[in-house]
């Protein structure tokens, strides 16, 4: 099993204690989950990596694939909304 540093850095993150995470509506409309840490730029991925990282991250902190989770849910409901 991996250890959460490691998933983190799989996926382009750093180990950071908290993360602001949101959807986010792209320049061409689409939704991705947004990825903020301190001191570092924002990183912006779509709905199914973000599934992913959350499969894989629970295991080892599961209140992040929660975080996750209901941020992929908004972004869900608001891409059923802007149609």
Known sequence: MLLRPAVLKCFGLPDRAVFEIEP????LGMWRIKVAHDGDP?????????????????PVDYYLADQIDACIERAVRYTKNSN
């Open 24 to 27: 986010h509506r792209d320049d």
């Open 42 to 58: 924002a990183i912006f991925m779509s709905q199914g990596h973000a599934t992913k990282l959350a499969d894989v991250i629970r």
